[in-house]
């Protein structure tokens, strides 16, 4: 019997690089395993509305074709229920798909599907009441967010560019806390990790579990200039633990105390929030994958 598939997904994230995603979905999806409905969202609602149609319906399999915040919209209805979570990468960093190893040329991570013989349960988090599957923090990664966000240049030279560029950013102070430690002082940036990057291959906590409903707080001290180039290389090549300004609280609920209300990103998406933040995992999703 053939799976069902519904597959959501957001027109803009493949369109700037030529990608027709119908065509290549009828093209190399194996339709003698699956039988599937594409939809394509209008705005963040409509992809809302269409995934919580998706996990009430008779669909095996859903899969979020878009970037990390297209991936954020869908798994959210898909928490806690049956359904199988695929991804379609087609955003910039696309975090959580690479931490599972799909592929991220589009025609293969579509064949791939039909090879995915794997289902891991992995928790989600939230952030005060905002979900997140991969990561979410605040500080200099909060901030660079805030300006991807409004910048067209994209992928990961983009970013890189933009990081270079921002560098200068002044730490704050915070105060963060498991229940059992607490720290406060100056920080440059704070990763709430439920896997292990942000995107591209850059990985901010390679330690990171999540099937273990335990959330990791990385937090990179506050650092000169001149040690600038040293972490970032450490971060590409997924040994910042071994550095002396990365410190790591991980718990079951992490609490984030801030001088002040601003801004913070779920899954590489800026959002506004109180100068307190509590990071929990709330719940179950179902990750289709190949290894």
């Not at 001088?259 to 100068?275: F, L, Q, S």
Request: with cysteine; proline share 3%.
């Amino acid at each position: 019997m053939k799976q069902k598939v519904i597959i959501i997904y957001n027109p803009i994230s493949g369109a700037k690089r030529g990608i027709d995603l119908p065509k290549l979905v009828e093209q190399y999806l194996d339709k003698t395993k699956f039988e599937y409905v594409l939809y394509a969202s209008k705005s963040a609602e409509d992809m809302t509305r269409l995934s919580k149609e998706a996990a009430v319906s008779d669909a095996d399999i859903v899969v979020a074709a878009g970037g990390d915040g297209s991936a954020n919209t869908v798994s959210k209805q898909l928490i806690n229920t049956n359904k199988k979570f695929y991804l379609f990468p087609l955003g910039s960093g696309n975090g959580f798909a690479r931490h599972f190893h799909i592929p991220m040329q589009i025609i293969q991570a579509i064949r791939s599907l039909a090879n995915c013989n794997f289902t891991t349960t992995v928790s989600t988090g939230m952030m005060n009441d905002i979900h997140f599957i991969n990561v979410a923090g605040t500080g200099f990664d909060a901030h660079i967010s805030q300006i991807f966000a409004h910048t067209n240049k994209r992928g990961f030279w983009g970013y890189f560019k933009a990081v270079l560029k921002e560098l200068p950013y002044q730490s704050k102070t915070y105060k963060i806390s498991n229940g059992n430690i607490t720290w406060q002082g100056k920080a440059f940036l704070i990763s709430v990790a439920n896997a292990t990057q942000w995107g591209n291959d850059v990985k901010i906590a390679p330690h990171a579990d999540p099937t273990d409903e335990i959330l990791d707080l990385v937090m990179i001290k506050r650092f000169s200039l001149i040690a600038a180039p040293c972490i970032l290389i450490r971060l590409l090549i997924g040994k910042i633990k071994k550095s002396k300004y990365f410190y790591l609280l991980s718990g079951k609920e992490l609490i984030i105390e801030r001088e002040h209300a601003g801004v913070a990103h779920v899954d590489g998406d800026p959002v506004n929030t109180d100068n307190k933040l509590v990071f929990k995992c709330t719940g179950k999703l179902h990750v289709l994958h190949g290894s």
